[in-house]
């Protein structure tokens, strides 16, 4: 089933994640030639994602340093123009912005090929991912997504929205915490209830991200729509439910870099590789988790590059035993 027609999607994705300020996000950097620039930001996933890409490629024995945007539109242009040479990128935002196209599909396979078909026209790569099924493998699938409670949850045994939509109709009095927004339109709540055959008339209560968490948590709502890497809700023990009919438009987190750069930089593909290939929903919210939690973004960063890359050690360990 294809995405529904989202005309503004990427308010909910805003609201769900914090911003980060331009100075504190820059790299302490000298004025020696740097090989590999990457863009990051506004937000603290994004920014996240840009210092793992930039240890990644430390570790690679390249010099690399983060570019903070206060705008992701900004950091598509530089990156156009030559002005940095990779960012973190989302396969659904590219589909809005780029190629302009109000329709994101939910499905990530198709996702990912239009918007790398389109942007190799301007030679820029989309590094390949792994696709598997569920959140805890490949792809990372930054989209929304309707998040329960876990152990000792009732509700902890929910892993499709399939599901809920059964457990709905079972619990017709059961709330949904939505973003009033998403609920009041036409091509929003009323057309997921519609997919999923849930009874129109579902109570809904209006809630901005940070509330859908807590309304959750409490036990006020069944469930509740943020974004399934959302730092906050993993952090408080919910987790995501598998959009099985693919309402939801795709996010697909992926490093996005200049052809230029790849021909031009020995080592920079297999530096980050691993993002593409082993980079799941689970691990990107758990490192969000992390930072709203407390930890400085440095650390983990620091420890995120590390685990891809021994993750993608292991699987290649794993295809020559095989």
Known sequence: MRALAWTIPLLLLATACTPVDADDAADD??????????GGGPDVESTLLARTMTAMLTAEGLSAEMVPFSDARDARQALELGAIDARPAYTGEAWLEDLGRADPPG??????VEVRDHDGEDDIVWLPPRFDDGTDTPPANATFAFVVGGPPSVDAELTTVSQLATRLSERPDATLCVDEEFASRS?????????????????????APDEVVGGVGSGECIAGLTTATDGTAWQAGLRPLTDDLEVFPAFVVLPQVRRAAVDGTPGLRRALAPMASELSTELLGSWNARIVAGEPIEDVAEEGAQTLVELAGRDAESLEDG
């Open 29 to 38: 950097t000298d004025e020696e030639t740097v090989d590999v620039r990457v």
């Open 107 to 112: 499905d990530v396979r198709e996702s990912f």
């Open 187 to 207: 091509d929003g709540l009323r057309a997921v209830l519609i997919a999923y055959s849930v009874r129109s008339d579902q109570p809904v209560l209006a809630a």
